[in-house]
């Protein structure tokens, strides 16, 4: 049984900083694959259908195993199943720098998408746990749990290129999954035996958590959240190169900028939390405030700076959203003990968002126009703000998200 927060050790800082470095580790996995598109097209042949299979492999792992990733972590132990996952990673992507034709490298990023979703699932079920992290804490480890995908795709775009081809930055990113499962096993205090694996339990839990409405309704926000945000940053260079007229290497420069961006609102979501304001608000004002900035993004309002100064602030406030969701998901629970269940639903619904923000917006592209890219993105911000109206109603939730 869980000690009460009155009673329970001081927050454990470096288990949270080891716990969002697995983060940042599993990120880099998702953010090698697109910064070294160009040399696996001219090593390995691919064309672009291919190279968007290597990582909209993970967004599909994600969407189909998000539930049953999170009753697998809730019974074997968050602790275990993230070291699981680093090792699944590291094992990925050693197959992938020795895969000697596409066939074995994606199903090496099968691998690899197993290990990310088990990591991202599994470190903030820890960082919900009392012996880590007290109560009056959570929200700032979550907005800092919550700059783990910015700041792994940031390194990655700028890392990429220092590499001399794909196969050393495989082995670099294998190397460092190893020494994060290390950090794990040393940092990260246990949780006690493993419960018996039981299948009707954990159906039971997984249809507990999604009768609970409230969890449903995160995993919602998070899917139209997804939706905008890599409904911009799957174009970001391209529209950047078509606007700015700037070379491939300055748009990933100015792309990698922009999604760093993310990571001040992550972190300002934690200050506000704290300080009083209440998720539903909050996420309400990020969600309508992307969708501003979208519009003036996607519509031939501005000039060049201009356009970019708000993918920047397009960034930076959408970063107060992933934050806001997951330190929700312990206080939207039905149980302490269902939280990685809720996780797991919260992130089947970014990656729902992340598979059709990207199609949904490029297929409107090439029919009509980046014009209507803004209309799909302001629509999805007026629905992400609707649901965070029905986060306040707690007739809807069972109990309201604080």
């Known amino acids: 049984m869980n000690p009460s927060p ?3 050790s001081p927050t454990k800082w470096a288990t949270v900083a080891v716990i969002v470095a697995c983060g940042v580790v599993a990120a880099l996995q998702v953010g090698k694959a697109a910064i070294a598109g160009p040399i696996l097209q001219s090593d390995l042949g691919l064309n672009l259908d291919a190279l968007g299979w290597l990582t909209g492999i993970f967004a599909i792992l994600g969407v189909v195993g998000g539930i049953p990733t999170g009753a697998i972590v809730g019974n074997f132990g968050s602790r275990r199943m993230l070291a699981a996952g680093l090792l ?3 094992a990925g992507a050693a197959l992938g720098a020795a895969s000697p034709a ?8 099968v691998l690899e998408g197993a290990g990310f979703l ?3 699932v599994a470190a ?8 880590v992290v007290q109560q009056g804490d959570r929200d700032t480890a979550f907005s800092l749990w919550s700059c783990f995908m910015p700041a792994g795709m940031a390194i990655a775009m700028l890392a990429g290129p220092l ?3 794909w ?4 082995w670099a990113s294998c190397a460092l999954a190893l020494l994060a499962a290390l950090a794990v096993w040393a940092a990260v205090p246990g949780s006690g035996a493993r419960k018996a694996w039981d299948w009707h339990g954990m159906r039971r839990d997984a249809a507990r958590v999604i009768s609970a409405r409230g969890p449903v309704l995160l995993a919602v926000a998070f899917a139209f959240y997804s939706l905008m945000f890599f409904a911009l940053f ?8 078509e606007r700015m007229e700037t070379t491939l290497r300055t748009a990933g420069l100015l792309s990698a900028l922009a999604c760093a961006a993310n990571i001040v609102g992550n972190l300002a979501a934690g200050y506000l939390l704290s300080r009083g304001m209440t998720r539903p608000v909050l996420l309400g004002a990020a969600s309508l405030a992307m969708g501003a900035a979208g519009l003036g993004i996607f519509l031939p309002l501005l000039p060049d700076t201009g356009t970019f100064v708000l993918c920047v602030v397009f960034s930076a406030v959408g970063g107060l959203v992933p934050a806001t969701l997951l330190s929700g998901a312990p206080l939207a629970a039905p149980a302490a003990s269902l939280t990685p269940v809720v996780l797991g639903l919260v992130m089947q619904g970014n990656n729902l968002g992340q598979i059709v923000g990207p199609v949904a917006v490029g297929r409107a592209i090439d029919a009509y126009g980046w014009q209507a890219a803004a209309l799909i993105v302001a629509l999805a911000a007026l629905l992400a703000a609707a649901t965070a109206v029905a986060l306040r109603d707690p007739a809807r939730t069972g109990e309201p998200v604080r």
């Open 6 to 8: 009155a009673s329970a």
């Open 163 to 165: 590499f001399d081809g």
């Open 118 to 120: 088990f990591i991202t």
């Open 124 to 131: 903030p079920s820890v960082l919900q746990r009392h012996d």
């Open 102 to 109: 596409y066939s074995w490298l994606l199903a090496s990023r």
């Open 234 to 241: 799957s174009f970001l260079p391209v529209l950047l190169m």
């Open 167 to 170: 196969r050393p930055m495989w």
């Open 88 to 90: 699944a990673t590291a």
